[in-house]
């Protein structure tokens, strides 16, 4: 699976924030908060990756249990699901 | 058709447009300027095409030309720090205060009031789609051609006093905002442009309007309203005010 064209993430003072244009904005126009490990997720999502390999990235960046690394990735992926923003 | 070719002078920036109705032409006419233009705009059929499909038909083609030429020119500014900002702006004592919201929740109203509670000392500078520009560590509001279509608007600037963003209330209270809260609202009045490139400075440049004075107002249409929206930013307050 893969992030569609077109998603921007930038980081606020608080934040990360992610918005949609080109072929993403299609799909979504709002405007996503993310913590540092969800804007991890979505910038490794560009390229093409499986729940496993973005598992991998995320215990290698971040000191998290698989356990956890698993319930994050799995959130973020249904969270971009649920707007349309994944392409399998 | 007949092109017509003149130059404007946009948030303190010459722009040459190029372009065919007499529509464009009559709504520009208080921004001509001699200055040698910094960015070229052209418009053709293929692009009144596209606003009408994104406008379902409803607009005669000197209008949709109109918009044409805006989305263009928005998109060329994002580049050089300016942001076209869906709200209601006003000069009040020197600065600038801009109300947003969603399309018919009462911005117009609401600076309608300002005017009647402040008189002359409220201007109006732009109803509907004011230009934001960073420059030198300040924003500056100014005013546009596309002013809504009541047509209130001048060609005027002013530094930025502060945002309102507009919500319809029983009673009248003001609060500050913070710039997370305020982030999602202001990203939605910006101008949004299609590709990627464009709107990462879209986006960057509504990360740094966030960081001014912001607040939230819910309001009802009395006369304590106006008094109220333009007191507490004019005075740059905090907290939680209301009248009740």
Redesign the interface.
């Known amino acids: 699976m893969k992030l569609k ?2 998603v ?1 993430i ?1 980081k ?4 990360y ?1 992610a ?1 949609a ?2 072929e993403a ?1 299609k799909a979504f ?3 996503i ?1 993310l913590n540092s490990t969800a804007a991890f997720i979505i910038d490794k999502l560009r390229e093409d990756s499986t729940v496993s390999s973005l598992e991998k990235a995320l215990t290698e960046e971040f000191e998290v249990s698989a356990e956890a690394a698993h319930t994050n990735v799995i959130k973020v992926i249904d969270s971009l699901n649920d707007i349309g923003l994944i392409e399998i | 058709m007949s092109r017509i070719k003149k130059s404007y002078c946009f948030a303190s920036i010459p722009v040459s447009v190029e372009y065919m109705y007499g529509y464009s032409e009559q709504l520009f006419k208080q921004y001509e300027t001699d200055l040698l233009p910094k960015i070229f705009i052209s418009v053709c059929e293929a692009d009144l095409k596209f606003e009408d499909s994104m406008y379902d038909g409803v607009f005669d083609n000197g209008y949709l030309e109109s918009l044409a030429i805006l989305r263009k020119l928005s998109t060329a500014f994002s580049h050089m720090g300016i942001l076209l900002f869906h709200s209601s702006a006003i000069l009040f004592d020197g600065r600038a205060y801009l109300y947003t919201a969603s399309s018919g929740t009462g911005k117009s109203t609401h600076t309608a009031l300002c005017r009647k509670v402040f008189g002359d000392r409220v201007k109006m500078i732009n109803d509907d789609k004011p230009f934001l520009r960073f420059e030198n560590g300040i924003w500056r509001v100014y005013g546009s051609p596309w002013n809504g279509k009541h047509g209130l608007g001048n060609n005027i600037s002013a530094p930025l006093g502060g945002v309102a963003i507009l919500k319809r209330g029983t009673k009248n209270c003001m609060k500050r905002i913070t710039s997370d809260i305020a982030l999602p609202t202001l990203f939605a009045q910006s101008y949004r442009p299609q590709k990627a490139s464009d709107m990462q400075c879209v986006l960057d440049l509504v990360v740094n309007l966030s960081r001014n004075p912001i607040y939230e107002l819910r309001c009802d249409m009395s006369d304590e309203a106006a008094e109220l929206s333009l007191g507490v930013m004019s005075k740059q307050l905090g907290g939680i005010y209301n009248e009740a």
């Open positions: 064209q077109g921007i930038t606020t003072d608080d934040r924030i918005v244009a080109g904005g126009s709002g405007m908060k």
